[in-house]
């Protein structure tokens, strides 16, 4: 069993397709305006970021996905001053309990590092548990873009 993580730009262009596709299926169950083109757009354009945000990375376990996230200089249109974000945190329900999202998250912690930011933010209404559970301080609530509220939490870097 090999465990690596791979940014975007090192992906299989149908890697890449994956990820943006469950990306968006998953946030449209969530968002039922989500857009479609927008949303993959998304992901697939952070493809030719490696030292600058924004910036995708996929934890692949022998040749498979099974999960994935991405960081970003801005997220939330009213919070424009908080910054940068570790969003889109996914590991595949198959995957999910076994430490994953854990090493996933500390890796992006340590590649945010590298742009030098000392803090790193991320906003939950789904998985608050998980952001304590790896010590991370909740700050606030916070609307978020598409209508609704939710916690913002921080790291130290």
């Known amino acids: 069993m090999s465990i690596e993580i791979k940014i975007f730009n090192e992906l299989s262009y149908e890697q890449e397709e994956f990820i943006a596709e469950s990306n968006y299926n998953y946030w449209k169950k ?76 500390d890796f992006a912690c340590e590649k945010i590092k590298t742009f030098g930011y000392k803090k790193i933010y991320a906003w939950t209404d789904q998985a608050p548990d998980f952001y304590k559970k790896l010590s991370w301080k909740y700050e606030m609530q916070v609307q978020k873009n598409e209508g609704g509220e939710a916690m913002l939490f921080s790291k130290e870097l």
Do not use: Q
Request: charged share 25%; glycine share 6%; hydrophobic share 40%.
């Open 30 to 105: 969530i968002n039922p305006l989500l857009n479609h083109d927008e949303s993959t757009g998304n992901i697939i354009g952070m493809k030719n970021n490696v030292d600058k945000l924004p910036i995708g990375l996929a934890l692949i376990e022998d040749n498979e996905i099974i999960g994935f996230c991405t960081l970003r200089e801005n997220r939330l249109k009213n919070y424009l001053d908080i910054n940068p974000w570790l969003c889109n945190v996914m590991i595949f329900e198959k995957y999910r309990k076994k430490g994953y999202a854990r090493k996933m998250v």
